[in-house]
C-alpha cells in the first residue's frame, strides 16, 4: 500500500508563507488530496490535484496553491497570505473511492500530518 509522509509545516505570522510537502512512495497514486483540522473541529478539505486539475476549498482560493512534481512523487502545497484560522494539523491523502472530493471519507491513505500554527 502507498504511504504518504508530509513536512514542511511550522509556525508563522499573519501574511507569512509555508509550503507544505507530501512524499508518496510510489509516483502512479491518482488524485491527491490536502486536508486540515484544526483541534475541536472536523477534518476539512483544503485542496486536491487529479491528473493536473486542480480544486480549492473557497477558504483557500486564491492564497493556497496545489501543485505535483511527479518526477519527485511529491504533492506540495503553497500557502500565503497565511492567516490565524489557517492554524492546523495538515494532512496529504490518498486512495481517493470516488464521489466528492472533498469529502475524507473517500480516502483510504493517510499521512501523519505537519502543523501548521499561524500568530497574529
Known amino acids: 500500500q502507498v504511504q504518504l509522509a508530509e513536512s514542511g509545516g511550522g509556525s508563522v505570522q499573519a501574511g507569512g508563507s509555508l509550503r507544505l510537502t507530501c512524499i508518496t512512495s510510489?509516483?502512479?497514486?491518482?488524485?491527491v488530496c490536502w486536508f486540515r483540522q484544526a483541534p475541536g473541529k472536523e477534518r476539512e478539505a483544503v485542496a486536491s490535484?487529479?491528473?493536473?486539475?486542480?480544486g480549492y476549498a473557497d477558504s483557500v482560493q486564491d492564497r493556497f496553491t496545489i501543485s505535483q512534481d511527479i518526477t519527485e512523487n511529491t504533492i506540495y502545497l503553497q500557502m500565503d497570505n497565511l492567516e490565524p484560522k489557517d492554524t492546523a494539523m495538515y494532512y496529504c491523502?490518498?486512495?481517493?473511492?470516488?464521489?466528492?472530493?472533498?469529502?475524507?471519507?473517500?480516502?483510504?491513505?493517510w499521512g501523519q500530518g505537519t502543523q501548521v500554527t499561524v500568530s497574529s
Open positions: 491523502a490518498t486512495g481517493w473511492t470516488g464521489g466528492f472530493w472533498s469529502v475524507a471519507a473517500n480516502y483510504n491513505v
Open positions: 510510489r509516483s502512479t497514486v491518482g488524485r
Open positions: 490535484i487529479a491528473n493536473g486539475r486542480t
